[in-house]
């Protein structure tokens, strides 16, 4: 199987490497705070604030970081996206 970087110039191929190391970082870190409130997704844990089933501190700070940290990798989705279509991949 050839590598997925096989063709690219180097400063694509390491923006490529880049981006797509952030997204999985973000991704780590957002389920590393969702964890914290045994919810798979940000819409879950608000749910769970409203529905008082746990406290409002420090529970909606964390939803904050995690709808924070979704919204930043999707930004990172679309750029790395971008990227790829620039480069014929």
């Known amino acids: 199987m050839d590598s997925f970087f096989n063709g690219l110039a180097p400063e694509d191929a390491i923006e490529i490497e880049s981006l797509s190391r952030l997204m999985y970082d973000l991704r780590c870190n957002r389920d590393k705070v969702l964890e914290q409130w ?13 529905a008082g089933e746990v406290a409002e501190h420090p529970a909606y700070e964390h939803y904050l970081s995690a709808r924070i940290l979704d919204e930043t990798r999707q930004s990172i989705r679309e750029a790395l996206a971008r990227n790829l279509k620039e480069v014929g991949r």
């Open 38 to 50: 045994q919810v798979p997704d940000v819409g879950s844990l608000l749910a769970r604030i409203e």
